[in-house]
């Protein structure tokens, strides 16, 4: 008999800790969130619009040290061969933002080859803006 209660209270806080960390719901808004600057100054903002507590859409910003946007001029300084990867970079990590919107976490949001400094930064910046959208900042 002692098992068996002991088993249900287990089985109980077990539950209680899954639900839990479902996480918070998000509210309704428009939420943005900052990286901090990487090593060269440069940082990426996220902004999230949340409809009905889900993740409607979502985009991600790239800037460099002095504020400027990150655009096709990006690289260009650095000779044809870097520009042309600094571009494709950039472009890549406009699928970042389309992959939080499809699958709801940022976690599950993969790395792309060619574009992982820009992850980072849009990881951090996504769970600050949905840090915001829960409440907790």
Do not use: H
Request: proline share 1%; aromatic share 8%.
């Amino acid at each position: 008999m002692a098992l068996k209660k002991l088993t249900i209270s287990i089985v109980l806080v077990l539950l209680v800790v899954a639900l839990t960390a479902c996480g918070a719901k998000l509210e309704d808004g428009n939420y943005e969130g900052q990286s901090t600057p990487d090593s060269r100054g440069a940082y990426g903002v996220v902004s999230i619009e949340v409809k009905d507590g889900k993740i409607a859409s979502a985009e991600f910003l790239q800037y460099n040290a002095d504020g400027t946007l990150k655009d096709e001029s990006y690289g260009k300084e650095s000779g044809e061969e870097n520009y042309k990867k600094a571009q494709d970079a950039l472009e890549y990590s406009k699928q970042y933002a389309e992959k939080l919107v499809e699958t709801q976490k940022v976690d599950k949001v993969d790395a792309i080859t060619g574009a992982t400094s820009s992850w980072k930064q849009f990881q951090e910046a996504a769970k600050d803006a949905l840090a915001k959208a829960k409440g907790k900042r």
